[in-house]
């Protein structure tokens, strides 16, 4: 009976902490939208070429402290053209901080995956570090798209 540990092996890598939630929309603007690959992303600080806020600052949300959001070309784009609804691609990504402002502790980051209003057309992420293990993510998140409707199309934050 060889196959059997074989399929321990299978299943319990299919269950085990490093499992990770995919929406299945692939990779977009570069990006692979599932959780692994979202972490993946932030944790690389590619975003920090986006056009960003001038600096860290409070953030307006209750929870938190201070923060900074980097925006992709395509969202810049479509902020300035004050669009009612993002392009698919666009990208925000919050800095969170601790109290020093200096201190990175995680990232937030919303990813438009399909074009049109509603909160089922983007996905939300937010982890912290040191191991982004427990984080939020999916598609019209419960814990995310409430305060985020009050925005334009889930975006709250103004074009620096
Ligand atoms: C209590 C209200 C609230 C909740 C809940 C919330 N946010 Fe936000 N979010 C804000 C506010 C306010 C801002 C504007 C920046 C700031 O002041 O922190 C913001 C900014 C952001 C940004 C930068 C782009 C933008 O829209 O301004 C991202 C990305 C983001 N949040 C992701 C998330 C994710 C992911 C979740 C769920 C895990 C979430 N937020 C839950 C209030 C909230």
Redesign the pocket.
């Known amino acids: 009976m060889r196959a059997l540990p074989l399929l321990l092996l299978v299943l319990s890598a299919a269950c085990g902490p490093s499992s990770s939630v995919d929406e299945g929309l692939g990779v977009i603007q570069g990006i692979d939208t599932s959780e692994n690959g979202i972490t993946a992303f932030v944790r690389s600080g590619q975003y920090t070429s986006w056009l960003a806020e001038p600096s860290v600052h409070e953030?307006?949300?209750?929870?938190?402290s201070k923060?900074r959001?980097f925006f992709n070309d395509v969202v810049a784009r479509s902020l300035r053209d004050g669009n009612a609804t993002h392009p698919v691609g666009s990208i925000?990504?919050?800095e969170l901080f601790e109290d020093d402002g200096k201190t990175l502790r995680g990232h937030?980051?919303?990813v438009k995956v399909a074009e049109g209003p509603g909160k089922d057309t983007w996905i939300?992420?937010?982890g912290f570090g040191p191991d982004y293990t427990r984080n939020?993510y999916g598609r019209a998140?419960s814990?995310?798209h409430?305060?985020?409707s009050d925005?334009k199309d889930?975006?709250?934050?103004p074009l620096p």
Do not use: I, Q
């Open positions: 953030t307006r949300a209750p929870h938190g923060v959001v925000l990504v919050k937030a980051l919303d939300f992420y937010e939020y998140h814990t995310c409430g305060c985020h925005g889930f975006v709250t934050s």
